[in-house]
């Protein structure tokens, strides 16, 4: 990378992206200080002051009420998981209040009673799915988003169109073909063209990030599309005077400014990879040395059980990491998916 | 332009390249544990299987501790012959190994709970035959009546594995010794208890419909015990076969004298509520009203002894015991109905039958019973080794050579109408919907 | 058998080391971008570079599986024989499948609108307020938890017990509270679509909330100040400024959710396994396909689940064109 247009890309992107700072820049600062918004206050009457105030409580009601409706569903369930299995199945968790019985067992139950490896060993399996699957939907999600919003291609809004489509294939009807393309590779006529993966050990995770990376593609390429095809015109009028190819435009220019949209959308493709349980039964199967988190936790449900009691503190077990990892990242949610696709 | 586009990613690369070729076999797992040695005495029973080795994989509908109880089942043979057994459950087994089955991945051997699933992979080509070792094993170790549902056009498919026994009624003695009652002998005599049961005050049955994504299954089991108690094997066969329809007069008769229980609120549901609370209760909890004298009795198969909580004496005289279905009419006698699973193959490398063989042997069986809550049908089960009194008493029925025994006949229909419109049929009747128009529907879903 | 790190490590090595090759793949790509040829009217070999990886996978893995699915759904339950449109004719006459299609209709109709909107208000009630960021926390809690997971939270909260016994659902403790008698709400068709359809509105808001929340941040402060100098009431303000600025993140959000609404399947198996006449298209199509073996009728649901998605396409297209013409 020669000194001259690294520094003129850099400059470009940091000048052309004023514009869009409004969008990823400004809200950080406001939600930062909130003092902020209410400094024009000084300026109103005294009976708009009162109204306004009115009207917040008013708001401020409203948004408990909806938080309340929202959260007491799960507050119940955790109630429950702490609750001995007796109580769940014939009292309301609400009695938990005038006559508190208390117990840990469900959790211990879940947690260290699995006699087929510890539970341990299905959070690293889960991790070991949804950390490669995210990146490899992210990255190449970015990549098609890219090429379809910027680079100059006859019928790149048709492809468009197609991959948003495609959104739409039920996963069920993708198993098959995916998993015989695994086991037996791909035959033309009598022609192998490629040869089945027959991988064992820990290589045998490659098939689930495939699967899961082929299913997350459409959703990732869709919205960030949205966001990148927002992106200042001038941005790359500027750079392409310079000479720069769109593999420097994309790594110095684009990536950058895409940052935000990158970690929201991560963080989705995690959730929906991390609850996934379809895919994993399938391409993972159901051992210890491959299975994640949830095909462990339905199968904590027994071959013939309602074991609620289970299933209450298993259901938490579960939400840990995705919650952890919802709440590292949350600041970039602030400036948001999406948030290009504002302009005007 | 630069000659790399980064130095890291160079330096990834090259360093991805070292590992993937050094750490391969690392990374691909290997390396077996050490077994027992195959010459200790403990080991005679599995001399015939030493030389054979490999692994062999078995997919089920088996989770959880019942799984566990498996693996431990066979434990001994692998460590005795080498074969290692790659087992796996899942609760959505039906449905998923048709998936695997289909995209090139079949496991080596299924338990299949039902045999018209068995049928239809057999009738597709991908299941093995029982070679003739297996064969001979299963001649001697099961009723014909047991091989028929593994036989396919005259070849053996699969052998049976564990055996449940859907005719039980479930009854607490204490409760019926408290109150003067006595398990009936008849009909007749059942109905009569059931309007005693009413007049004290408790309401006589319990029942629960709720199970997953196979909601349902309870009812039909109604629908078939009285099936055969009322009309004999002879129709029960051509029912499940469709050579009658299935809104014939018997079966629409067969309906009438459930529905004289199931949907009497006289009668039902015990601990739960009114007629309609059948179809949300999960089968799981359905029977446990009975503990609490809230309900008199539950038709339900013999695995039920395991949802009774911790402390439950099951026995005779104890807090819970079960009775098999009275007989309805006295020329037919008292068939009984079951269930159970079959060990198909869907390959036939020398491991994979080796561990065919040993499943279809007594060995195998009174291994698996030792670990509890089990019971098959083999002639060569000790049942000494039951623990459960309801699981002796159900083995015992079955093996009975009188016997006359019949497979669940939603579980040998297609699925189509086994597994959907005959369990949606039960829960919309139990909801209210109309008898006719219930056999209507399941008759007019039967293509054939 | 315990838990050892050491038996982990090979999956955390292979972790690493795909990841990383991965990334190193993609940046030997980038740099192949920039060595082909230059400042040509179409950019043939930049296009292949960059979408190469992304439309490999998808031929492979959905474009190839529909026109898999569209053949078998011409075909018998075996995909063994050609039958032509008996599957469609089946699918339109019997009278189960086409509640099947009501509910389908029943919960896009419902569903995506619904949990939008939700989200909207939300978004604007907790806007720039001191407890904003609990607040948000609280609706996209369900996020986080699996479909399944959600479902058993709401089985939870219907479940029934007879009038004389304790409630231990809430909803009907709340009716026993307020002195009505319990019901059995999943039986109640079609009220119980609605009551599975709240469950996709309860997990999907806090996506809506969101992503709609960072769309209201990005209003430019300047417009936001006039219109407060201008006195604006919160009505007028909410219908001329704030809709128009997030109305396009607003289509992206309805059409995410729509998709996800029509593809709903999690949520029906655990909840009722599709009984009780609330069994959707792609949980009517599993069943179909491979519990009862009749791949052909499986098929044909599905295929019916890709022509219900043009519409979508369409409003797609639309926005897309706008967009061109900005462009310029």
Redesign the interface.
């Known amino acids: 990378m020669s000194t001259t247009q690294s520094s003129a890309a850099e400059e470009e992107g940091g000048r052309a992206s004023s514009p869009v700072a409004p969008a990823s820049g400004g809200p950080g600062v406001r939600v930062a200080s909130p003092a902020a918004s209410g400094s024009p206050g000084s300026r109103e009457s005294a009976a708009a002051r009162v109204r306004k105030r009115l009207s917040t409580t008013t708001a401020s009601l409203v948004a408990i009420v909806i938080a309340a409706l929202w959260t007491l569903p799960t507050a119940g369930l955790f109630i429950s998981s702490f609750r001995p299995e007796q109580e769940i199945k014939t009292t309301g968790w609400w009695t938990m209040f005038t006559d508190p019985q208390l117990t840990l067992d469900n959790y211990r139950e879940v947690l260290f009673s699995a006699n087929q490896g510890q539970l341990a060993s299905y959070f690293v399996n889960s991790f070991v799915i949804t950390v490669p699957s995210t990146v490899f939907v992210v990255v190449l999600a970015a990549l098609a988003a890219y090429a379809l919003a910027w680079v100059n291609f006859p019928g790149r809004d048709w492809v468009f169109l197609g991959v948003f489509a495609l959104q739409i294939v039920p996963l069920q009807m993708s198993l098959v073909p995916l998993l015989r393309f695994f086991s037996q590779g791909v035959t033309i006529g009598d022609v192998q063209v490629l040869p089945a993966w027959d991988l064992p050990g820990a290589f045998a995770f490659t098939n689930v990030w495939v699967a899961h990376t082929i299913f997350g593609l459409p959703l990732g390429i869709f919205l960030l599309h949205n966001f990148i095809s927002q992106l200042p015109h001038s941005l790359f009028e500027a750079a392409r005077v310079d000479g720069a190819g769109h593999g420097v435009l994309f790594r110095r220019v684009v990536l950058p400014l895409i940052v935000p949209a990158l970690v929201s959308l991560a963080i989705f493709q995690f959730l929906w990879v991390w609850n996934d349980l379809l895919v994993a039964l399938i391409f993972a199967g159901g051992d210890v040395s491959t299975a994640p988190l949830t095909v462990r936790l339905a199968e904590l449900a027994g071959t013939r059980g309602n074991e609620w009691q289970r299933l209450t503190a298993g259901a938490f077990v579960s939400m840990v990491v995705p919650l952890i990892v919802f709440f590292a990242l949350q600041r970039y949610f602030v400036r948001g998916l999406l948030a290009g696709s504002v302009k005007g | 332009m630069p000659k790399f586009p980064n130095p890291r990613t160079t330096i990834a690369a090259t360093l991805s390249l070292v590992l993937l070729t050094g750490g391969c076999a690392y990374l691909s797992g290997g390396g077996g544990s050490a077994g027992a040695d195959p010459d200790s005495p403990e080991c005679e029973p599995y001399a015939q299987w030493q030389d054979i080795g490999g692994s062999v994989s078995i997919y089920a509908s088996i989770r959880d501790e019942e799984a566990e109880r498996l693996r431990r089942s066979w434990q001994k043979f692998i460590d005795c012959t080498g074969i290692d057994i790659q087992y796996e459950g899942s609760g959505e087994f039906e449905a998923q190994v048709q998936v695997k089955v289909d995209g090139g991945n079949a496991p080596d051997i299924a338990f299949f709970p039902q045999p018209g699933l068995l049928e239809r992979f057999a009738a597709s080509g991908d299941l093995v035959a029982a070679p003739e070792s297996v064969q001979q094993l299963a001649e001697e170790g099961w009723s014909q009546d047991w091989l028929d549902y593994a036989t396919i056009d005259g070849t053996l498919y699969a052998t049976p594995l564990g055996a449940n026994f859907k005719s039980f009624v479930w009854y607490s003695p204490t409760f019926f010794a408290d109150n003067g009652y006595e398990v009936p002998q008849t009909w007749d005599e059942l109905i009569e208890l059931s309007d005693t049961i009413a007049d004290d005050g408790v309401k006589p049955w319990c029942a629960g419909l709720e199970s997953g994504d196979a909601t349902g299954w309870p009812a039909t089991d109604w629908i078939e015990n009285v099936i055969l108690r009322e009309n004999g094997p002879e129709v029960y066969d051509q029912w499940v076969n469709h050579e009658i329809p299935f809104n014939d007069a018997k079966i629409a008769a067969a309906f009438d004298r459930a529905d004289e229980i199931l949907r009497n609120p006289d009668y039902v549901n015990g601990g739960f509520g009114n007629v309609q609370s059948i179809a949300i209760t999960s089968f799981q909890e359905a029977g446990l009203p009975i503990l609490d004298g809230e309900c008199g009795m539950y038709l339900m198969g013999s695995f039920y002894a395991a949802q009774w909580p911790e402390g439950t004496e099951v026995s005779e005289t104890g807090d819970v015991y079960a009775f098999n279905l009275p007989p309805i009419n006295p020329e037919q006698g008292t068939p009984v109905m079951g269930g159970g699973e079959f060990v198909g193959a869907f390959s036939d490398r020398p491991e994979v039958v080796a561990v065919r063989e040993y499943l279809a042997t007594a060995e195998y069986a009174n291994n698996r019973a030792a670990e509890g809550a089990w019971f098959s049908a083999h002639q060569g089960l000790d049942l000494e080794i039951l623990e459960v009194p309801t699981d002796r008493l159900g083995a015992e029925i079955l093996r009975d050579p009188d016997t006359v025994f019949r497979f669940d006949g939603s579980d040998l229909m297609p699925a189509e109408v086994g597994a959907g419109t005959f369990w949606r049929g039960m829960v919309n009747w139990i909801n209210g919907e109309d008898t006719d128009a219930t056999l209507d529907y399941i008759e007019n879903s039967w293509s054939s | ?3 050892s790190l050491v ?2 490590l ?6 690493v ?8 793949v ?10 082909g040829p ?1 400042k040509t ?4 070999w ?2 292949a570079l ?2 190469a ?3 490999v ?2 031929l ?7 026109i ?2 569209t053949l078998l759904s011409f075909m018998n339950g ?1 995909g063994t024989s050609w039958v032509g449109l008996d599957n469609y004719v089946r699918m339109f006459t ?1 009278p ?1 499948i086409l509640v099947v299609l009501r509910n389908t209709l029943l919960w896009v109709l419902f569903g995506p609108v619904l949990a939008t909107a ?1 989200g909207l ?2 978004a604007l ?2 806007d ?3 407890f ?2 609990v ?1 948000k ?13 959600a479902s ?3 089985k ?2 219907y479940a ?4 004389e ?6 909803l009907n ?1 709340l009716i026993v509270w307020f002195g009505g008698e319990p019901r ?1 709400w ?2 109640e068709t079609p009220l119980n679509t609605l009551l599975l359809i709240v469950v996709l509105i ?1 997990v999907q ?1 806090g ?1 809506a909330m ?2 709609l ?3 209201i ?5 300047d417009i936001i ?1 006039a219109a ?1 100098i201008d ?1 604006t009431s ?1 009505w007028s303000h909410f219908w001329n400024i704030t809709l128009p ?2 109305w ?2 607003l289509t ?1 959000v309805l ?2 959710i729509s ?1 996800q609404t ?2 709903v ?2 949520i029906v ?2 909840m ?5 006449e609330t069994s959707v298209i ?1 949980n009517e ?10 791949l052909g009728m499986g ?1 044909a649901l ?1 295929v019916f ?2 022509i ?3 519409p ?2 369409i409003v ?2 639309r926005t ?1 064109r706008r ?2 013409e900005e ?1 310029r």
């Open positions: 058998m315990g838990f038996e982990e090979p999956k955390l090595l292979w972790l080391i795909g990841v990383a090759g991965f990334l190193a993609i940046g030997v790509l980038l740099f192949f971008v920039d060595a230059k009217k179409t950019e043939w930049q296009a960059f979408l990886p992304a439309l996978l998808l492979l893995g959905l474009v190839y599986p529909v898999r699915t075996q019997q189960e939700i208000f939300y009630l907790v720039r307020r001191r904003e960021s607040a926390s609280l609706i996209f809690m369900p996020m986080a938890i699996s479909f399944v997971g058993i939270i709401w939870f909260v029934y017990r007879p009038a016994a304790d409630q231990i659902g809430l403790q059995l999943l039986l309860w808001a996506f969101v992503v929340s960072a769309a941040k990005a209003i430019p402060d100040e407060r006195g919160v600025s997030v396009p993140t992206v059409i995410t998709v029509l593809k399947f999690d198996r655990t009722t396994g599709g009984q009780y792609a199509m599993y069943a179909q396909a491979f519990r009862y073996g009749e098929s599905a689940l890709f219900l998605v043009i979508l396409v797609q297209m897309n967009l061109r462009q």
